[in-house]
């Protein structure tokens, strides 16, 4: 689950983490009443409007205005609000702008990166910084990967002094700093509690992107990028209140609304499968014959003929699809329940794509019998190998 900025810097308020002054607005009116708050309390005119997305490169998407005054910052709020937004990770479609931060300006003297994530192979907190501030991660990592510096938190002791210090010493946090002593106290402490927090919240990510050291010396986070982990939301009630379902896809909300488990796709051939680990199988074997899958889409062990339907109307909406494979391995799910659903939603739909059922394990003989004795367009197949062939081929032919 994505949050956006404003949010992410209501969370680090909680722990102490200093970040700008900044007021969220939905408006024109309220931008403009914002910027005049702003400049009341930091007695400067200067104040940035961001526009906030689920997406990074706002900046060089054209989302953020650096402006003096309050009527610059309504102007700003006019040309944001409603806006396509088009960045590096929305894709040519962009996304609509429809809340804004307003933010007072700073002196930057220094742009930091600082990035916590999930190391699963190690097992642990990744936490990553560079030099390089305000520059997407991922073309660091590329052309210049000796500037991303990175240590592992130990989940048992948590974060080490000395551990920031590297860091710190590592990007030279005491160059031109009017107090260098001071400034990697204050670096020391944003990075451990940063740390706390990705701990305690339940984060998948966290990204400050950038860290800025002021002409004065003080560290500030001047972005926040913060994913929680889906995983863990039973543990935070709360976190129903800061999902913007604007920007969320409509299908996995309505997937994840009726227990099914739902992620849009670039592919054209549709899939319903019963298992997280098959429907990632049968996702890698139908490129592996050369298709692309256009969802991931697992209806559980105990999905119902009311569930098989709905899952297919999600797969439908989708203009990309043009084919759809059906494969189930009947444990706890029954073969005739899911091929009594595949029949109901095929008639109801009306499905005019190439549609390709396996079924194995529980009530094989009579799912399979019930699908023959339909009379429909449905063509079975005998593994999930064969079933990956029969509908990469119909699609492709």
């Known amino acids: 689950m994505k949050i956006h900025e404003y949010q992410g810097k209501e969370v680090f308020a909680r722990y102490g983490i200093p970040t700008p002054k900044g007021v969220p607005a939905f408006s024109v009116d309220e931008a403009e009443a914002a910027a005049k708050q702003l400049i009341a309390e930091t007695k400067s005119e200067v104040c940035v409007v961001k526009a906030q997305i689920h997406a990074g490169g706002r900046g060089k998407g054209g989302g953020v205005k650096v402006v003096k005054g309050a009527a610059a910052v309504r102007a700003a709020a006019e040309k944001l609000l409603g806006m396509q937004l088009v960045t590096h990770q929305t894709g040519p479609e962009g996304q609509t702008v429809r809340r804004l931060y307003v933010e007072q300006g700073l002196d930057i003297d220094r742009e930091l990166y600082l990035g916590l994530v999930v ?4 097992r642990k907190i990744a936490i990553m910084a560079s030099t390089e501030g305000g520059v997407e991660i991922e073309k660091v990592a590329e052309e210049t990967p000796e500037k991303i510096l990175t240590v592992h938190v130990d989940p ?5 002094q000395y551990q920031a ?3 710190a010493f590592g990007l030279e946090l005491g160059k031109q700093s009017p107090n ?5 106290k204050q670096f020391v402490h944003t990075l451990t509690t940063l740390a706390n927090l990705f701990e305690r919240e339940d984060c998948s990510l966290c990204e400050v992107n950038p860290l800025i050291i002021t002409k004065g010396g003080d560290v500030i986070a001047l972005d926040a990028k913060i994913n929680f982990d889906d995983n863990a939301a039973a543990r935070h009630p709360g976190w129903a209140a800061l999902m ?3 920007e969320e896809d409509p299908v996995e909300l309505e997937a994840n609304a009726v227990g099914l488990n739902y992620v849009a796709l670039e592919g054209d051939i549709g899939c319903l499968v019963n298992g997280a680990g098959l429907a ?3 996702m890698d074997i139908i490129q592996h014959h050369g298709g692309k899958p256009a969802n991931f889409l697992d209806v ?3 999905a119902n003929k009311d569930q098989v339907e709905k899952a297919f109307r999600m797969i439908l909406s989708s203009d990309k699809v043009k084919g759809i494979f059906v494969n189930i391995f009947g444990g706890i799910m029954r073969c005739d329940v899911i091929a009594e659903g595949v029949v109901a939603a095929t008639k109801e739909l009306g499905l005019k794509v190439p549609l390709v059922v396996r079924l194995e ?7 399979k019998q019930i699908l023959k004795a339909s009379g429909l367009r449905i063509e079975s197949a005998d593994s999930m190998a064969d079933g990956a062939k029969k509908i990469v081929a119909a699609v492709q032919g």
């Open 119 to 122: 190391d699963r192979e190690k």
């Open 156 to 160: 048992v002791v948590g974060l080490a």
């Open 165 to 167: 210090r590297k860091l």
């Open 180 to 184: 260098p002593k001071e400034t990697i």
């Open 244 to 246: 913007d379902k604007s």
């Open 280 to 282: 990632m199988a049968t």
């Open 300 to 302: 559980g062990g105990g």
């Open 361 to 367: 394990g529980t009530n094989v003989e009579q799912g």
